[in-house]
Nanobody, 120 residues
């Protein structure tokens, strides 16, 4: 079993910053891909940023230059630094991890979600 805990969401004014964290615990041998998704109110979930085990990153066009994804393999944790936040960044943010388990099976896991609200 793998348990994900997200933290760092909250309410900020436009132009502010937040840092999200997602820590995995349990039967983790290694985490392969790490991703952040978000789901704005009334809209579908969308990929925001991803980082591979080799630290290659990819971003949605809407967040390029403002968001930075990073990972700490020793802590099985992925981060999302969000700067210059805009009201349209308001959403529930989810981490999504591809985990190599100690059993050598690979499974995907979603975090519980954390609310980010940006006011104008």
């Amino acid at each position: 079993q793998v348990h994900l805990v997200e933290s760092g969401g909250g309410s900020v004014q436009a132009g502010g910053s937040l840092r999200l964290s997602c820590a995995a615990s349990g039967s983790v041998l290694r985490i392969n891909a790490m991703n952040w998704y978000r789901q704005p109110p009334g809209k579908q979930r969308e990929l925001v940023a991803s980082i591979t085990q080799g630290n290659s990153t990819n971003y949605a066009d809407s967040v390029k230059g403002r968001f930075t994804i990073s990972r700490d393999n020793a802590k099985n944790t992925v981060y999302l630094q969000m700067n210059s936040l805009k009201p349209e960044d308001t959403a529930v943010y989810y981490c999504y991890l591809t985990v190599l388990l100690i059993s050598y099976y690979v499974n995907d896991y979603w975090g519980q979600g954390t609310q980010v609200t940006v006011s104008s």
